[in-house]
């Protein structure tokens, strides 16, 4: 599913490069490259596509109605339109003139909202599905049959799966069948590109030899819980073995993954900072205003940090002040009556999470990572959950994977959900990774999604 977004974001790219140009042409407005239309050009190409990489429109698990997909298009041309104005702004009468950026941010607009219609046809349709042949029947198997909806099958066609003599059937018997031919044979027959290997019994009758012939004839081998970390996103607990995670590549903590990692916290930090002041001064007054002068404004709670390390996470307070009894931790619920009208409108929006820039900046917070939990909490869930107690190898952080993939959780199932997204991070976080996550935390921000 990576390479239609790479080939999406790519047209994208060019088209939106190319319409200044186009404008010019249709108009007889003459364009010249000049060093000014040339960085005013690049600037509303990038900031266009950063756009719609910040309202989740290169997700693989975007799954939001056309109304939703045509709203986050016009935010980004909007976006963009006003960073090259901007640029322009450093060129007296020598960029582009404002109507003809303008102009240039609807045709984008246009012409990517179409784009996007034809893409999400041919992404729904066999296009760029992979032939993916399922090489067991039994627990582990039943597992791919829960990927029931079409968004968590775009990039992928499931042709059958293989009764094997070691597995307890699990699957409906309807998408079972038995080999009658050599793997290989019948890969080829039917056009197989993928074989997942998802037998819940491999110490005996391990099909070696057919498998290689596979592998080497050019036909993907690849184990069910690869497999599910690339198509969903997360690592699956029930699939889940501890010699994947000692074996597997990825978990990377080097000295450089450290520095870079530290160095973006802080710039990050310092850029939100920047821009989020006056939100976080009014948040201070609209608190102030419901409760009093005297009402506290920051709220501190203990959370487990890295290695189990206790800290205290700053929040703007949003719930009563005797929203809990001492020494009694309680679960945010849906409609909580705690929560204050103030706390409310800041929820929805973050804006009480804005004070964790202290904590960021302090060295006891990531602004990516998994989300520090209440060491009440913790304590009983690395008691129920397995690998519960791996995802505090890394600093908690500010937003991350899982608060992006999973709504806000408030029970043991919801726990054990997004670890699975957090065990996923964890073993693929890099630079790239956060800048990623970081940017499509908009979405959330502007659609409020997840608050509680």
């Known amino acids: 599913m990576r390479l239609p977004l790479v080939v999406l974001a790519c047209c994208e790219v060019i088209l939106s490069l190319a319409a200044p140009w186009i404008v010019g042409l249709a108009t007889g407005a003459r364009l010249h490259p000049t060093l000014a239309i040339a960085v005013q ?10 756009g719609l990489t910040a309202v989740g429109l290169y997700s693989r698990r975007q799954r939001a109605p056309l109304v939703g997909i045509l709203l986050r298009n016009v935010a980004a041309a909007i976006g963009a339109v006003t960073a090259a104005w901007i640029v322009g702004l450093a060129w007296p009468g020598g960029g582009m003139r404002p109507l003809l950026i303008l102009a240039s ?45 079409r968004a968590d099958q775009r990039g992928f066609r499931l042709v059958a799966f293989v009764r094997t003599d070691e597995d307890k059937t699990a699957v409906p018997s309807d998408r079972v069948i038995a ?22 019994d491999r110490r005996r009758a391990f099909p070696v030899h057919e498998l290689l012939e596979c592998r080497l004839s050019g036909i993907a081998v690849i184990d069910i819980v690869d497999f599910l970390e690339r198509e969903t996103g997360k690592v699956r607990l029930d699939v889940l073995n501890p010699s994947w995670i000692i074996f597997s590549p990825g978990f990377d903590r080097g000295w450089w993954r450290e520095l870079s990692k530290r160095l973006f916290d802080v710039a990050a930090s310092l850029a939100l900072l920047t821009v989020s002041w006056p939100l976080m001064l009014l948040a201070i007054i609209a608190i102030q205003i419901e409760d009093g002068v005297g009402a506290p404004v920051l709220y501190r709670q203990r959370r487990v940090g890295r290695n189990g390390r206790l800290f205290n996470v700053l929040k703007f307070r949003s ?5 809990e009894l001492p020494g009694r931790a309680v679960w945010a619920q849906k409609q909580d009556a705690r929560v204050t009208r103030v706390g409310t409108a800041i929820r929805k929006f973050r804006v009480d999470e804005l004070p964790q820039i202290l904590n960021v900046l302090r060295g006891d917070m990531s602004f990516v990572g998994p989300r520090p939990e209440r060491p009440e909490f913790v304590a009983e869930l ?4 397995p690998y519960y107690r791996e995802r505090h190898c890394v600093k908690p952080g ?17 726990a054990a959900e997004k670890l699975q997204y957090d065990l996923y991070y964890i073993k693929n976080h890099s630079l790239w990774f956060d800048v990623m996550i970081l940017l499509q935390t908009a979405e959330v921000v502007l659609w409020g999604q997840g608050a509680r």
Do not use: H
């Open 398 to 414: 500010v937003t991350g994977w899982a608060q992006l993939c999973y709504p806000y959780g408030s029970s043991e199932q919801d």
């Open 41 to 50: 050009d690049a600037v509303f190409a990038a900031a266009f596509v950063v």
């Open 179 to 200: 080999l009658d031919e050599p793997l290989l044979a019948f890969c080829t027959a039917r056009g197989i590109e993928e074989v997942v290997v998802a037998m819940d």
């Open 105 to 149: 941010g609807a045709v984008t607009l246009c012409a990517t909202a179409l784009g996007r219609l034809v893409f999400n046809r041919l992404v729904d349709e066999e296009f760029f599905k992979r032939r993916v042949l399922i090489y067991g029947s039994g627990q582990r198997a039943a597992s791919l049959v829960q990927l029931r909806r």
């Open 319 to 323: 719930m009563r002040v005797d929203a």
């Open 382 to 385: 690395e008691d129920r959950i």
